[in-house]
């Protein structure tokens, strides 16, 4: 069995941290075992005001967009020689950090060549242009690699990712679990992104709290839902859950909400009342699932989920049950992305992305 070692890495929309995870994998293409075999993350410095600031849209040079790609990159090598010592890897998956996306624009910023050489190994990033270039939104790109993760023959599996943008996964009841049925099973995959989620509760922990996050949901957890409030917050989280496309650059905002009520209401409470009515959305959109299996950052905060527990009728679970570190999933995601680019097989799937073509993803920087 062909045995390889992929290093996949995320930074997220929540331009928080590095996440980085050692797979290995055996076999090829759809029909390949994953294994979960190291992870770690790393903050990003003082790359984080940067990142955020390209983000938000502020003016930045060309000169200081090449600097940031560099510096990145870097970041990632520092990481992945950390996190790999001495074992020999077939190829790296970076995302990149998003600083805008809006299909059919999207821009991933990072500079995988310093990665290639560094390394000695190929390094495959933009893994969602060749769906964009075919008319697709370009996200959810992780869709295939939750089936390959969480299908499962007894029961549909919802897949929620809490990150800056909240982003769900159904994958219904399979009827075979064996590798040449896998191209039929992955035409019932569903998902899509569902509301943004800890880009709200981060801003509000900078506004109500001047901390960069309600760190374990300790605030939330204090609070109590107004209801004026969550209805509010609710009817907006919802209209983004039926939009049916990618959500990114502009969606993320929550000001006007936030102004209309910091100073009816505790900081406590608007921050349980922003974390239940992310929750509400979420179940409301995971209807078809029989489990939900939470992962993301989002599951660090335990009054987020909790009030995704209280409020579904569901089994609620975190990926930490299926050997699937919560924190790692998308970087565990990306490794599986980048080998089945490696591969040649498609990645996106045209029911969630609306892709025209099974095109197969990926620039490769080698070095």
Not at 112 to 119: E, K
Not at 181 to 203: I, M, P, R, W
């Amino acid at each position: 069995m062909n045995q390889r070692l992929i290093v996949g890495c995320m930074t997220g929309t929540s331009i928080d941290g590095l996440d980085l995870a050692l797979v290995e994998a055996n076999g090829d293409g759809l029909g390949a075992r994953y294994l979960l075999k190291k992870c770690m993350s790393r903050p990003l410095g003082d790359l984080t005001w940067r990142l955020r600031s390209m983000a938000q849209g502020d003016a930045v040079t060309a000169k200081e967009v090449a600097i940031i790609s560099n510096d990145l990159a870097n970041l990632h090598l520092e990481a992945i020689n950390e996190l790999i010592g001495d074992e020999r890897i077939e190829l790296v998956a970076v995302h990149g950090q998003t600083v805008y996306h809006a299909a059919p624009l999207s821009l991933q910023i990072i500079n995988p060549m310093i990665i290639a050489v560094g390394l000695g190994v190929p390094v495959v990033s933009d893994l969602r242009g060749a769906d964009l270039a075919h008319g697709g939104q370009g996200a959810p790109i992780t869709p295939v690699a939750d089936f390959l993760l969480f299908r499962s023959l007894e029961e549909a599996r919802g897949v929620v990712n809490l990150g800056g943008f909240c982003s769900l996964t159904l994958i219904p009841k399979c009827s075979a679990l064996i590798s040449n049925n896998f191209h039929q099973e992955l035409k019932h995959v569903k998902g899509g992104d569902v509301c943004v989620c800890n880009q709200v509760l981060d801003t509000l922990a900078r506004k109500l709290f001047n901390v960069p996050m309600d760190m374990d949901g300790a605030h939330g957890l204090k609070g109590t839902v107004v209801q004026s409030a969550f209805v509010e917050l609710e009817r907006y989280l919802k209209a983004q859950s039926e939009l049916k496309r990618s959500l990114g650059t502009g969606d993320e905002l929550i000001i006007i909400w936030l102004n209309k009520f910091i100073n009816k209401y505790k900081d406590d409470d608007l921050m349980r009342t922003a974390c239940a009515a992310i929750a509400s959305t979420v179940v409301h959109k995971s209807c078809e699932a029989d489990r939900l299996i939470l992962a993301g950052g989002g599951v660090k905060n335990s009054c987020l989920v909790n009030e995704i527990i209280s409020r579904s009728e569901i089994p609620v679970e975190l990926s930490n049950n299926y050997g699937i570190d919560m924190a790692y999933r998308e970087a565990m995601a990306m490794a599986l992305l980048g080998i089945l680019c490696k591969d040649r097989v498609p990645i996106t799937l045209p029911q969630i992305t609306g892709t025209m073509g099974c095109s197969i993803s990926g620039l490769w920087a080698l070095p």
